[in-house]
């Protein structure tokens, strides 16, 4: 059954493809997870638990950064993250979905990862502190605004806010 939506999901964008920027590939990402959501199967609800039910707490027109400049190339991940990947399981479906999410939702900033140099870091908001974090996709490794390394355990981040985001002249990774 989630193959099939999946599948179901693909094809519409596929569809649509000429008609889609990042903000109508989210939402559709999005309503593909509350589908996925309603499915009555103990497995498929745990793993919605596990990967999407963060995004059900999160404001997205918040997050979501709206500006011309982008960190990702919006034409690749429609064609090798969408139409072109193998996804075989139902499980594989879901993370993958997780993982474009991800990278639409989750600003990509310029700032180099002062720990392994492979990777620019991401940039998110300690909910307690209020202050920015920024973390690597790589090597995850958490600093604060002035590369000072920071313990992530136990914190709570969130992505950040565009409006943050812009106000600190943050500036976005390079595709």
Known sequence: MILRKWEQLKQSIIQDRDNLDAYSLLKLLLDWTQEIKEVKDVQIQNLYKDYFSYYERLNIEEIFYTDNVVWYSLDEIIQYDIIQAKVDSPQWAIIHTRDIIFNLLVFKS????PCCHDDNLRVFVDIDSEKL????D???CVVDENNNKQNPEG???VP???S????KNITPSPI
């Open 133 to 136: 974090v920024f973390e690597c």
């Open 164 to 167: 943050l985001i812009k106000a």
């Open 110 to 113: 310029d700032k180099d990862c």
């Open 160 to 162: 950040a806010p565009a």
């Open 138 to 140: 790589i090597c995850l």
């Open 155 to 157: 914190k709570l981040v």
